[in-house]
């Protein structure tokens, strides 16, 4: 086929398998593009999802710290009866025993 058209225009097919070697070159870097764009967006989520959950922990942390019983609830592990809440800002003293 290429040979017809070399009979024809003179270079032809030196032009065409240029050119469709530039259009697979420009086809691969595009797609290579494309997956890194990809992954960047999901790095950058990955990222931000996980400063936004820090930060909430940060500031439950901090308003527990502060006396705020509801932000104290949240990081309670195990449900205790209002009389066996333990008052986590005061620490006990070496030897004392709770009941």
Excluded at 23 to 50: M, N, P
Aim: with cysteine; charged share 25%; proline share 2%.
């Amino acid at each position: 086929m290429l040979v017809g058209c070399e009979d024809v225009v003179s270079g032809a097919a030196k032009r065409i398998m240029d050119w469709t070697e530039a259009e697979d070159k420009h086809r691969s870097d595009t797609g290579t593009a494309a997956i890194e764009r990809s992954f960047s967006e999901a790095r950058r989520g990955q990222l931000l999802s996980t400063l936004i959950s820090l930060t909430g922990i940060a500031g439950t942390v901090y308003l527990a710290n502060g006396g705020h019983e509801e932000a104290d609830s949240v990081l309670e592990t195990t449900k205790q009866s209002p009389s066996e809440k333990v008052d986590r800002r005061t620490k006990p003293s070496v030897g004392s025993t709770t009941s």
